[in-house]
C-alpha cells in the first residue's frame, strides 16, 4: 500500500452519509488553520531520525509530530477551534514564532508567523485571524500544524501531541503519495 492509499483510507468517513454530517475521531473536527487548500509537505511520523535530535523531557521524538503544509509568504493563518491563546513565542531551533491556543479538547500549535493579530489571554473564535505566515521565501520553510489531545503524555515520543489529518478537512488539504 502506497502514502496515497493509507491516506485516502483516513478519509473513507466523506463518502458515507452520518447522520449530523460529520465524522470526527475523538469527537474533534477542525477547520483548516489556513485559508484555500494547501500541499501537505511532512507527514505525521516522517523523519525519525532527524527527530530524534528533539526531546520532550527525557524522551526524544519518534518522528514529527504535525503536518507541514506550503504556505504563501504573508498568507493568513487562522484558528482551527474556539479557544484562548494561551502562548505566544519564538522557538529559534524550531517553530520561529509561534502561538498555542488552549480548547476544551487540547491544544493547538501554529508556527512561522511574521506578526501576529491576537495576544496572549485572549478569545477566539475557529475561523478568526491568528496574524500572517512569514515572509521569507526559503524552501524549506513551511507552516506547522500541531495539536495535543487531553489528557497526554509529554513523554509519549511525540511531545503529546497527535496526527491532525484525521482531525481537519480534507478538502484543504493536498495529499501527495510518497
Known amino acids: 500500500m502506497n502514502r496515497t492509499d493509507s491516506l485516502q483510507m483516513s478519509f473513507d468517513f466523506v463518502s458515507k452519509s452520518i447522520a449530523n454530517g ?6 474533534i473536527y477542525l477547520t483548516a488553520p489556513f485559508e484555500g487548500r494547501r500541499r ?11 527527530y530524534r535530535r528533539f526531546a520532550f523531557g527525557m524522551k526524544v521524538l519518534l518522528g514529527h509530530d504535525g503536518l507541514d503544509f506550503e504556505m504563501n509568504p504573508n498568507g493568513k493563518i487562522i484558528a482551527a477551534d474556539r479557544g484562548i491563546v494561551t502562548t505566544i ?12 491556543v ?11 508567523f511574521q506578526g ?6 485572549q478569545c477566539v473564535e475557529r475561523g478568526e485571524l491568528l496574524g500572517y505566515f512569514s515572509r521569507r521565501e526559503e524552501a524549506d520553510l513551511h507552516f506547522h500544524f500541531g495539536m ?19 482531525h481537519l ?8 503519495s510518497g
Open 89 to 100: 513565542g519564538n522557538d529559534l531551533e524550531r517553530y520561529g514564532h509561534f502561538i498555542r
Open 102 to 112: 488552549s480548547h476544551s479538547w487540547g491544544e493547538s500549535l501554529y508556527t512561522r
Open 40 to 50: 501537505v509537505v511532512q507527514y505525521w511520523g516522517d523523519r525519525p531520525e532527524y
Open 169 to 176: 478537512p480534507p478538502n484543504a488539504m493536498i495529499l501527495d
Open 116 to 121: 501576529f493579530v491576537v495576544d496572549a489571554g
Open 22 to 27: 460529520f465524522y470526527e475521531p475523538e469527537g
Open 148 to 166: 495535543r489531545i487531553a489528557p497526554y503524555v509529554m513523554a509519549d515520543g511525540w511531545g503529546g501531541y497527535s496526527n491532525p489529518l484525521p
